[in-house]
């Protein structure tokens, strides 16, 4: 699916970016879940999408009209798996930041990083093996 954008569109949403050495932050509004929405007009019709499905479509190729795939963050760090809505990542729209994977695939990701988060030791565990 190709969203309706215009060079001016495309403009309106570079001017949004804060580009670092790391990730390229959505500067605008987010939504509920952290990541980051755009919105423009084009011949008097509303658009709105979220800003990472709109930059991979930008500087990358169109997505898949398929409801099994997604766009999904490899930036995350550990540190974003505790934080969830308020992981800055979510607002990340570099394009190698972004990969199209399975819903599936996207899922086992986040289960992986919880579950690993949930079973970890502390540092100071006493069933630390290596003392």
Not at 42 to 70: C, E, G, I, M
Request: net charge positive; with cysteine.
């Amino acid at each position: 699916m190709r969203f309706q954008s215009t060079p001016r569109t495309d403009i309106l949403f570079c001017q949004k970016v804060l580009v670092t050495n790391t990730c390229w932050y959505w500067m605008a509004s987010v939504n509920h879940l952290g990541y980051g929405s755009f919105g423009w007009q084009q011949d008097s019709k509303p658009f709105t999408a979220l800003a990472h499905r709109y930059a991979y479509q930008l500087w990358v190729d169109d997505l898949p009209d398929s409801p099994n795939l997604v766009l999904d963050h490899i930036c995350h760090t550990e540190e974003c798996r505790y934080a969830e809505k308020e992981c800055l990542h979510r607002r990340c729209v570099r394009p190698d930041h972004l990969q199209l994977v399975t819903r599936v695939a996207n899922i086992l990701r986040g289960n992986a990083a919880r579950w690993k988060r949930a079973h970890a030791l502390p540092a100071t565990s006493r069933y630390d093996l290596g003392s």
